[in-house]
């Protein structure tokens, strides 16, 4: 069985940082290219950031380059976001996605399997 299970979401306050985790299991974790999307309230679901199997490439929407850093340990079976310097506009469901052939890092199409999500609020 497929499975993602995101983690580490939160309240921060603006400036602060959260380290999101996502734990899978059912398929070859290390075959897959990763990424992180968000939906805030309202609004479509976005691509964060991504990373290609061997951890060779990561890629960053504008809105979070140099804020956040993805990162996956193909070890553990496990997919991280490192959120700093964090923004009342980064408030958002936090998944975490799982593509077998990605060409577009970008393009949420892409990805075959999506977590549930875990809650990331920036508020003073």
């Known amino acids: 069985q497929v499975r993602l299970v995101e983690s580490g979401g939160g309240l921060a306050q603006p400036g602060g940082s959260l380290r999101l985790s996502c734990a899978a299991s059912g398929f070859p974790f290390s075959v897959y290219a990763m990424s992180w999307a968000r939906q805030a309230p309202g609004k479509d679901r976005e691509w964060v950031a991504g990373?290609?199997?061997?951890?060779?490439?990561?890629y960053y929407a504008d809105s979070v380059e140099g804020r956040f850093t993805i990162s996956r340990d193909n070890a553990k079976n496990m997919l991280y976001l490192q959120m700093n310097n964090l923004e009342p506009e980064d408030t958002a469901l936090y998944y975490c996605?799982?593509?077998?052939?990605?060409?577009?890092?970008?393009?949420?199409?892409?990805?075959?399997?999506w977590g549930q999500g875990t809650q990331v609020t920036v508020s003073s």
């Open positions: 996605g799982a593509g077998r052939w990605v060409v577009d890092a970008d393009s949420l199409a892409e990805y075959d399997v």
């Open positions: 990373i290609n199997r061997d951890e060779s490439d990561a």
